[in-house]
């Protein structure tokens, strides 16, 4: 009885390496259910990410965790600061905040008073592709609408995907590849 049982899983296990049909499929069945779910989760996080900036950018607000905490052309510097604290780097106009362990990046531009006039979001630099890296522009259109103006901004190859929201501006950065690098929060 042993001896047939082994028969039967080398014939099986033989089957499978020649192209057989038996084991190959039951083994690839649950492993491409799983990636196309975990596909359509991450496209699902991708897209709350986008719906979320855009529905916290009508009010004004940073979008992330302190996102009810900071409106554009509101909030002072001095409220960041007490708030999160002081920059991680300070690069010409910005003010940068690294992100790390799932927590997005952020700069922030203060005007002349020291009043926030505009925040851009980088997302996460882990599992991008659930926040920035799996926003694409048709996914903008689609759930947003076309966005009212576009820029090429030449020195980098980007587009600038700008929609206008009263008080506010929300810009979509496009990088030459096709994925969203960062998303820009401006004070009209």
Do not use: C, W
Request: a negative charge.
């Amino acid at each position: 009885m042993k001896k047939a049982k082994m028969i039967a899983a080398t014939a099986l296990i033989g089957a499978s390496f020649a192209g057989g049909i038996g084991a190959t499929v039951h083994a690839e069945s649950p492993n491409m259910t799983k990636t196309t779910n975990i596909k359509d989760e991450q496209k699902q996080m991708a897209l709350n990410t986008l719906l979320g900036l855009y529905s916290k950018a009508q009010e004004g607000k940073v979008y992330g965790g302190f996102s009810d905490q900071f409106v554009v052309g509101e909030t002072t510097r001095t409220e960041v600061y007490n708030s999160i604290g002081k920059p991680y780097s300070v690069e010409g106009n910005f003010e940068h905040y690294s992100g790390s362990m799932g927590q997005a990046s952020y700069d922030f531009s203060y005007d002349k008073k020291g009043v926030l006039k505009e925040v851009r979001y980088f997302g996460t630099n882990v599992e991008r592709q659930t926040n920035l890296g799996g926003i694409t522009p048709d996914m903008m259109i689609k759930h947003l609408g076309k966005e009212d103006r576009t820029h090429i901004i030449t020195g980098t190859n980007e587009t600038n995907h700008i929609y206008d929201l009263g008080d506010y501006t929300l810009e979509f950065m496009e990088s030459a590849d096709h994925t969203i690098s960062h998303v820009n929060l401006v004070a009209q």
